[in-house]
């Protein structure tokens, strides 16, 4: 049961640099979601997506994007990486509705010097 | 804003003791409230969740309190063990209206139970 996958598990990148951070769920979710989680802050919502070809902004979404052509799959981009994005970043997904047990990834750890 | 606040963001208890962790929200729209353990290096994970039509929800040594009226609710942890020992954090939704349907964190509480 693979359930949310995500990769890389670590990454270093330069400020400026662009990279993408790859998300995969096998249990046919709607819902599928990017959060970000720093020390002291919680879990951030960055972006979400209700279905393929649905998205939309959550909280911090600037200096990301997303699309979602599949059902299965959820990329982050980050166009020109900056310092304040070094965080630990993880992908979630649910049944969209009623359901709302989110199912998280084990994150991707990235550090922006 | 911050739409979740959640107390306190460390806590040391003894083995056996009853760890309370705290939720206070503002939106009357929501109408979920769970709670997440996350272990170091992995990522949260559901460990209980309660809707505002009841007052308590129990699942083995977990218990969530809701208080309605005060918009608070809390996660006691009964008979607490040393892997227990983990970061908390509550959570709270609307059951529909795009962006408040999305999951709204606390910002998590470092649990430590020690032998």
């Known amino acids: 049961n693979a359930g949310v996958t995500q990769t890389p598990k670590f990454q270093v990148l330069k400020t400026g640099q662009s990279m993408t951070l790859q998300c995969a769920q096998d249990m046919n979710h709607e819902y599928m979601s990017w959060y970000r989680q720093d020390p002291g802050m919680g879990l951030r919502l960055i972006h979400y997506?209700?279905?393929?070809?649905?998205?939309d902004q959550g909280e911090v979404p600037n200096g990301y994007n997303v699309s979602r052509s599949t059902t299965e799959d959820f990329p982050l981009r980050l166009l020109s990486a900056a310092p304040s994005q070094t965080s630990v970043y993880f992908c979630?997904?649910?049944?969209?509705?009623?359901?709302?047990?989110?199912?998280f990834g084990s994150g991707t750890q990235l550090s922006v010097l | 804003q911050q739409q979740v606040k959640q107390s306190p963001q460390s806590l040391i208890v003894q083995k056996g003791g009853i760890p309370i962790i705290n939720c206070a929200y503002e939106?009357?729209?929501?109408?979920?409230f769970p709670w997440y353990q996350q272990f170091p290096g992995k990522g949260p994970a559901l460990l209980i969740a309660i809707r505002p039509d009841v007052s308590e929800k129990k699942e083995g040594r977990f218990t969530i309190s809701f208080n309605k009226s005060a918009k608070q609710f809390s996660l006691h942890i009964m008979d607490s063990q040393p892997g227990d020992s983990a970061t908390y954090f509550c959570a709270a939704k609307a059951r529909y209206g795009g962006s408040q349907g999305n999951l709204i964190f606390g910002k998590g509480t470092k649990l430590s139970v020690k032998p």
């Open positions: 997506s209700v279905g393929a070809g649905i998205t």
């Open positions: 939106n009357t729209a929501f109408d979920y």
């Open positions: 979630a997904s649910s049944d969209w509705g009623y359901n709302e047990k989110l199912f």
